[in-house]
């Protein structure tokens, strides 16, 4: 028998403030254990919270972005549970009353467009971190950095219907997120993670089967393997006439099968109450318009843009708006040099093979866009080919000096296009392989190719290949 998927994300956000939602220590990551705490994160007696202005900023803004209500009178809630990283006993969150309701995400999946609910944005602060030595069995220890660091909690509505529909959820949610610059979606450093709560039902039934909710997936790749293999656990359970249980389900990504953690709680397991330490929030009008104003072009309306207004293919525009510092560079260099596709050929093929290889983000390129437009200016007027430019390139990047004329100039990389030298060239060559002449004369004109070979390695590379065919086929037309 066969069953329909239903598949509900909660992506959480850690926002990029520099300092915690309640307190005013840093939220900078790779600190000693530890260093970033203080009475209110740690969860001392008689230590209060006090709200950072800048959190509720980017909850609006996120919720904005992602077509939500704003509600302009919400509370945070106590939400109870004991762990050993949650040092109060409890959880500041928001339950009854979130900043963000009712909103939606356009997504494409196998060019089918699909529109999937958000139900709700909340803010809350995390919890900390427990570490494990592999060395020391039996024995944890708690790093409370993490803990009082700001989130956003977005939670869908249960419309996915796969693992391709939530990858493709979970990567637009993070896009967004980067172009708003409220998270800067490192999956690796967890950041920016998601929980799946996975549930079948068979076909046609009114009422959604029993779910599952997976934690600990740290990439879309393993997002899309946990959600296939939950899909087949629970069928498997199904056709065997058995119950799904619900529960909370650990993603192990060495042995790629989930592990029971812990029976799934409900929302009333943890008792939600209004935290009496904080007062409630009043979002007035004028500070939701003024977050309004401030939004960023988002990466669907940017992609756009840039097939319509460039003319480039939207593969090309798929690549560029993937990252908003990407795009922002390419279009640095087009108002300096108007040749659109020909910038995107190199960023795409050339810089991000040397960005991939060091692992940096563009914004630490060593070329500008200045230098790359000046680079791509002196291949179009002539003054080197299209071989030189690669090797202007790399010295561009890999030293101080991002000026492509000076290099030029300095190493004699100049194109050759003195007609005089080029035929002495042309016909040493042509003499050197008159069999191949007779060949190319007989109709064999692929023999022009290797022509244009043999003078481009005599001449280092820096013979004008377009006047090199021309005298050649002069030469033995």
């Known amino acids: 028998m066969d069953y329909e998927i239903v598949i509900g994300l909660e992506v959480h956000c850690q926002l990029l403030t520099e300092t915690k939602i309640f307190c005013g220590c840093s939220t900078n990551f790779g600190n000693p254990p530890n260093e970033n705490t203080c009475p209110v994160c740690t969860g001392m007696p008689g230590a209060l919270p006090v709200l950072n202005r800048k959190v509720v900023d980017f909850a609006v803004r996120a919720g904005l972005a992602t077509n939500c209500d704003i509600t302009q009178s919400s509370i945070f809630a106590r939400k109870n549970y004991f762990y050993p990283d949650l040092p109060k006993g409890y959880q500041i969150s928001q339950f009854e009353l979130p900043v963000c309701v009712g909103g939606y995400l356009d997504i494409e999946v196998e060019g089918e467009q699909k529109r999937i609910g958000i139900t709700r944005i909340h803010m809350e602060e995390d919890a900390g971190k427990l570490v494990h030595p592999e060395h020391e069995y039996g024995v944890s220890f708690v790093d409370y950095n993490r803990a009082c660091v700001p989130l956003i909690e977005i939670v869908s509505e249960p419309d996915m219907r796969g693992a391709a529909e939530a990858v493709a959820y979970l990567k637009a949610m993070r896009n967004i997120m980067v172009y708003l610059e409220v998270c800067d979606g490192n999956m690796e450093e967890g950041s920016f993670r998601c929980d799946a709560n996975i549930s079948l039902r068979r076909w046609g039934a009114p009422e959604f089967g029993t779910r599952a909710e997976l934690k600990n997936m740290n990439s879309f790749r393993n997002v899309q393997r946990a959600i296939e293999y939950e899909v087949e656990r629970q069928r498997d359970i199904l056709d065997g006439g058995g119950s799904v249980v619900q529960e909370t389900r650990l993603w192990n990504v060495d042995r790629g099968i989930s592990i029971s953690m812990r029976g799934k709680e409900d929302a009333h397991d943890y008792r939600y109450f209004p935290d009496p330490d904080l007062l409630p929030i009043?979002?007035?009008?004028?500070?939701?318009?003024?977050?309004?104003?401030?939004?960023?072009?988002?990466?669907?309306?940017?992609?756009?843009?840039?097939?319509?207004?460039?003319?480039?293919?939207?593969?090309?525009?798929?690549?560029?708006?993937?990252?908003?510092?990407?795009?922002?560079?390419?279009?640095?260099?087009?108002?300096?040099?108007?040749?659109?596709?020909?910038?995107?050929?190199?960023?795409?093929?050339?810089?991000?093979?040397?960005?991939?290889?060091?692992?940096?983000?563009?914004?630490?390129?060593?070329?500008?866009?200045?230098?790359?437009?000046?680079?791509?200016?002196?291949?179009?007027?002539?003054?080197?080919?299209?071989?030189?430019?690669?090797?202007?390139?790399?010295?561009?990047?890999?030293?101080?000096?991002?000026?492509?004329?000076?290099?030029?100039?300095?190493?004699?990389?100049?194109?050759?296009?003195?007609?005089?030298?080029?035929?002495?060239?042309?016909?040493?060559?042509?003499?050197?392989?008159?069999?191949?002449?007779?060949?190319?004369?007989?109709?064999?004109?692929?023999?022009?190719?290797?022509?244009?070979?043999?003078?481009?390695?005599?001449?280092?590379?820096?013979?004008?290949?377009?006047?090199?065919?021309?005298?050649?086929?002069?030469?033995?037309?």
């Open 282 to 477: 009043v979002i007035e009008d004028a500070w939701i318009d003024e977050v309004r104003e401030n939004l960023p072009e988002l990466p669907v309306a940017r992609h756009q843009r840039f097939v319509a207004d460039y003319g480039i293919p939207v593969v090309d525009a798929d690549v560029l708006t993937a990252d908003h510092n990407v795009a922002d560079y390419f279009e640095a260099v087009v108002k300096l040099y108007a040749q659109p596709k020909a910038i995107a050929n190199w960023i795409m093929v050339e810089l991000m093979k040397f960005l991939n290889d060091d692992k940096i983000s563009i914004t630490k390129c060593p070329v500008t866009p200045q230098g790359l437009a000046e680079l791509l200016g002196l291949i179009e007027d002539g003054t080197i080919s299209g071989k030189i430019g690669k090797q202007v390139f790399a010295q561009m990047y890999s030293s101080a000096d991002n000026d492509p004329r000076q290099i030029v100039e300095n190493q004699g990389l100049a194109q050759m296009s003195d007609t005089g030298e080029l035929i002495s060239m042309v016909d040493e060559v042509l003499a050197a392989s008159p069999d191949k002449v007779k060949e190319y004369q007989g109709g064999k004109t692929k023999m022009l190719g290797f022509f244009v070979g043999q003078i481009m390695k005599k001449s280092k590379g820096q013979a004008n290949p377009q006047m090199v065919n021309e005298l050649i086929k002069e030469r033995i037309g």
